[in-house]
């Protein structure tokens, strides 16, 4: 992959994913540094000189033991207003997860619309674009952002990863909701690209009010089939938990949990060491440190996106088109 004119940086270093990307790029992570002071405010800056580069920056914005998701998104919004200012020929933020992406649309009088006001600060500090993998919306994503955006599906790294693992025997995709209907449908598509064969769809009726989750009726037929049960995150695990049982009572088995983001937050834990899923399989878009990890080793499989991220960036870097990784 052709590099020149590309620096990339990453935020968040413990986790490593920018490392990883360079790796697959072929190019090293540029340095920056970060000061904390006494009264806790923070400088951050880039340690090479940008002027007339293209400039990546790899955050994941999600909260952890050692910053608030608060803390990231002020040290990414810092060190990309000092990186314009240096005179970078573009930005890029390439965020994995993007937080708050669920908090797209008014449901209550008065609501915040939380990912437009991120999308707004973003651009105030001279974002050029921002790669994020499977957001909650994607048209919500798309129109929240007046910089450019380009959206990555995970879906294809599950289908390579359940093929080999289903048999011979009928398999479903299932969605926990019937907003993630087209989500589930795409990789329905992919998994029937990867079989040869034909791939089912269901999807749960559900409905939330108030932080409580109403409804529970499977639509679609899982009976004596392999069941995939598809969501963007997990986070307490209630819907996946809700989408599991129903498809378990209904004949369906085995039953693999599938979600891009592993947030793993509340009572994940007891979740995802239940007897209603086969395993649980995330991609590392976030590292799944909530989780014990002999709970991780027993029960959760964590698919790698660095090649999916690296391309995506040579393929914007030389003008390429990225709409055409999401082809199966």
């Known amino acids: ?88 020929a573009s930005v890029s ?35 050029d674009r921002v790669v994020a993998v499977d957001v909650h919306n994607e048209a919500a994503f798309e129109n929240a952002f007046r910089c450019r955006t380009e959206h990555l599906e995970a879906r294809k790294l599950f289908a390579a990863h359940l093929a080999p693992l289903v048999g011979q025997g009928g398999v479903s995709v299932v969605s926990p909701d019937v907003g993630g209907v087209k989500r589930a449908e795409r990789l329905r598509e992919s998994l029937e690209h990867a079989l040869g064969r034909d791939v089912g769809l269901a999807f749960m009726e559900k409905t939330r009010s108030g932080g409580m989750v109403r409804g529970g009726t499977l639509v679609g037929d899982v009976q004596g089939r392999t069941v995939a049960i598809l969501d963007d995150l997990i986070s307490t695990g209630t819907t996946m938990m809700r989408a599991a049982s129903a498809c378990r009572a209904a004949g369906g088995g085995p039953v693999f949990a599938l979600a891009t ?35 991780v080793s027993r029960r959760v499989t964590v698919l790698p996106t660095a090649p999916l991220l690296a391309e995506a960036i040579a393929r914007i870097h030389g003008g390429g088109s990225v709409s055409d990784l999401l082809a199966d």
């Open 93 to 127: 933020v390439v965020t994995p997860y993007l937080a708050y992406a669920r908090k797209d649309r008014r449901t209550k009088p008065r609501d915040p619309v939380t990912l437009r006001y991120l999308a707004g600060m973003m651009e105030a500090v001279g974002v």
């Open 261 to 295: 983001h592993g947030l793993f937050v509340g009572g994940a834990p007891t979740v995802v060491a239940s007897p209603l899923f086969d395993h649980v399989v995330v991609t590392d878009t976030l590292p799944p440190f909530r989780l014990p990890e002999k709970l």
């Open 1 to 88: 992959m052709g590099n020149d004119g590309i620096l990339l940086f990453d935020l968040d270093p413990d986790w490593g994913h920018g490392a990883r990307i360079a790796q697959h790029l072929k190019m090293p992570v540029s340095l920056h540094e970060e000061r904390g002071f006494e009264d806790g405010e923070l400088k951050v800056r880039p340690l090479v000189g940008v002027r007339n580069r293209d400039v990546y920056v790899v955050q994941s914005l999600q909260g952890d033991a050692e910053r608030s998701v608060h803390d990231k998104l002020c040290r990414l919004l810092f060190f990309v207003g000092a990186v314009k200012d240096a005179s970078a």
